[in-house]
């Protein structure tokens, strides 16, 4: 709130304050640890009240949050719509209640939504378990750092030469796309591999070693039909 009160009065000019993205999306994190924190409690476990509702109450909730998630989520600029340039669409000024709702709160009201619905729905959790989301849930923190490198030089240097080729804007937007995403997922990928993994099984080790009372071993794996248990 100390965060959050201050960047809302500057929004409405009643102060004269704006805050940098940096403290803008840090209670982003806090909250996010906090329910992570929720979910490791072993006496309370608030979060189940929720996943023991009928499947009929749930869709009542999750669909709410989906849609809080994908409108407020969508949320480019300041009075704009992620699909609209020219001003704002019909649907954000019905989102926004004609730009009542200002970017910080439907920064958060998007994230909360988010975590909750793939903390408590059982359809989230098995889209986020397939192998497609399990890799891009991988490869997301080396895609984050990269991703401008493509978007701001590649990307965009592959569309001014098509458009001055003579594509319109659309089918250049497409070709770059379709050209440089797939590359995009191969460094991210490799880098993942060679820089981010290490770093945190280094990290982890730096950890347990550092700890007063260590963790237990894991235990070994038991063995598969036929193969003799390992001592």
């Known amino acids: 709130m100390f965060i959050i009160i201050p960047e809302i009065c500057g929004f409405y000019d009643l102060v004269e304050l704006k805050l940098t993205k940096f403290y803008i999306h840090m209670p982003l994190f806090f909250i996010g640890t906090a329910l ?79 975590i ?30 990269i991703h401008e490198l493509f978007v701001e030089w590649l990307e965009t240097d592959t569309y001014y030469r098509m458009e001055a080729a003579g594509f319109d804007p659309e089918t250049a937007v497409l070709y770059v796309f379709l050209i440089w995403t797939p590359v995009l997922i191969f460094v991210s990928w490799i880098l993942e591999i060679l820089v981010d993994r290490p770093s945190k ?25 036929g193969e003799e248990q390992e001592e």
């Open 36 to 114: 992570a924190d929720i979910e490791s409690w072993k006496d309370y476990r608030p979060l189940d009240e929720i996943r023991n509702l009928h499947w009929g109450v749930k869709i009542l909730i999750n669909t709410p949050l989906f849609l809080i998630f994908l409108i407020y989520g969508s949320w480019k600029a300041e009075g704009r719509c992620l699909n609209n340039f020219d001003g704002d669409c019909p649907l954000w000024e019905y989102a926004t209640f004609h730009g009542a709702i200002v970017m910080v709160p439907a920064y958060y009201a998007a994230s909360f939504s988010i």
């Open 201 to 225: 099984n280094f990290a982890y080790q730096l950890d347990i070693q550092a700890r007063v009372k260590r963790p237990p071993p894991p235990k070994p794996k038991p063995a598969e039909e």
């Open 116 to 145: 909750l619905l793939a903390l408590t729905s059982d359809v989230a959790q098995w889209i986020l378990s397939t192998w497609v989301m399990q890799f891009l849930g991988q490869i997301s923190f080396t895609l984050y750092l």
